[in-house]
């Protein structure tokens, strides 16, 4: 009977170990602070505040990847061209390297000895402890999942369905907004969400380029740092919260994506 052999009693041992591992350090953080405390941070102004900062700043990075990431995956998902690899290669790249190397890197070309940043300060942007400058960090760690979304999603679509509308006169453009668009949206959006969940957590490269104003990790780490883990874990909780609800969201999206495939 295969429901008695080794292999099953592997994968379940397994699964249930990688279950312990995820689940028992986060309830364990999760019921640390007692009700009373968690309803108390959530009353406090700075804490409130860094927690929306964290949602809108993901929020517009999510929206920028939209903007901008869906021409691109677009392109990667029904053209070849020399070069495409390395061109994914380069997509993947924020999610590989270092975080707190991302925000010097982008620090290196929004400073006034080159010449990005010298015309940002011409023009009156400021990158270094703005929200702009957390906008383009969440944007640069966040836009690989949103365009790997976008991009699985356009290849799902049959390529006949656009041959038929272009063989009936449509132009690339409509085709695009007419067949492509209306039949890739779940993944897009979903791609959205991944990339705004991505982004809310990001603390390494954040840091670097924007101290203040504070997101959520960076308030949590500095509450950490001075006042140790009591004080840290319930803004703690609640970033997890919003994290949790932003994938229920993908999960939800998701899931009817699949029924209707």
């Known amino acids: 009977m295969p429901g008695k052999e080794p292999f099953l009693w592997i994968t379940i041992t397994c699964g249930f170990a990688v279950m312990v591992f995820i689940l028992l350090p986060l309830m364990e953080m999760v ?3 007692s009700l009373a405390l968690l309803l108390e941070t959530a009353g406090s102004r700075d804490v409130l505040r860094s927690i929306w900062l964290s949602i809108y700043t993901a929020g517009l990075a999510g929206l920028i990847s939209f903007f901008f990431g869906t021409p691109l995956a677009y ?35 929004a400073g006034k000895n080159h010449w990005l940043g010298h015309l940002l300060s011409e023009l009156g942007i400021r990158i270094m402890g703005s929200v702009t400058g957390i906008v383009i960090v969440l944007t640069f760690v966040g836009m690989p999942f949103y365009i790997n979304a976008a991009k699985d999603g356009f290849e799902s679509i049959p390529p006949r369905l656009e041959k038929v509308s272009r063989s009936l006169g449509a132009s690339m453009a409509s085709t695009f907004f007419r067949i492509t668009f209306p039949l890739a949206w779940r993944s897009m959006i979903a791609g959205v969400i991944m990339c705004s969940a991505r982004a809310i957590s990001e603390f390494g490269a954040v840091v670097v380029v924007a ?3 504070m997101t959520a990790p960076v308030m949590i780490y500095e509450r950490f740092e001075g006042y140790g883990l009591k004080y840290s874990q319930p803004v703690a909780v609640w970033l997890v919260c919003v994290c949790l609800i932003l994938f229920l969201m993908l999960r939800v999206v998701t899931l009817r994506s699949g029924r209707e495939a």
């Open 31 to 33: 019921k640390a602070p």
């Open 75 to 109: 392109l990667l998902a029904r053209h070849s061209f020399r070069g495409k690899r390395l061109v994914e290669g380069i997509i993947d790249l924020p999610i590989v390297i270092p975080h707190p190397v991302v925000g010097i890197a982008i620090l290196s070309v």
């Open 211 to 213: 101290y203040h104003p």
